[in-house]
């Protein structure tokens, strides 16, 4: 295999992994519980009855609840930090394409994202490839930086 040929699997790599990142922890972020007001009397809070079986009447269940794999709970840490990543240097309006790579993670067509900024889809995507290819290329760098230092 060639240089050319390792640099861009590599490059590949990297770029599909940030995309796999980016949707797991949108899977990851459901499973996160909403913020609670904790002041707030109990007796304002939603009640939850369960009913014994050995009742006549209705048994409700009580509901499943999931959890986030460690696995998950990591990818959205790191997918934090890759969309923070996301400055200047890569794009020129660096908050409006963490917004657009976000609706993207949690798996919005090109139009809604088009339609949501007012932009046309085929820009967006171009847009959205552009700074994935800037980031990628970026980690790239830095990870190369890393191991000079590192050996060096």
């Not at 002041?39 to 499943?64: F, I, N, V």
């Not at 171009?126 to 290819?133: E, G």
């Not at 980031?135 to 760098?141: D, G, H, T, V």
Request: glycine content about 2%.
């Amino acid at each position: 295999m060639s240089k050319i040929e390792h640099e861009l699997n590599q490059y590949l790599d990297v770029r599909s992994n940030i995309v796999n990142i980016l949707a797991d922890a949108a899977i990851a972020e459901r499973f996160i519980r909403a913020p609670n007001n904790r002041r707030c009397p109990s007796m304002y809070q939603m009640l939850e009855t369960y009913y014994d079986k050995k009742d006549w009447g209705y048994h409700a269940e009580p509901k499943l609840k999931l959890r986030g794999t460690p696995k998950q709970m990591q990818n959205y840490d790191t997918a934090i930090d890759l969309l923070l990543m996301i400055d200047t240097d890569i794009t020129e309006d660096p908050v409006l394409m963490r917004k657009i790579s976000w609706m993207r993670a949690n798996r919005n067509k090109w139009t809604v994202i088009g339609k949501y900024f007012g932009i046309h889809r085929t820009s967006v995507k171009r847009m959205y490839d552009k700074v994935l290819d800037n980031l990628s290329n970026k980690i790239i760098s830095q990870s190369v930086d890393i191991l000079i230092k590192k050996f060096s």
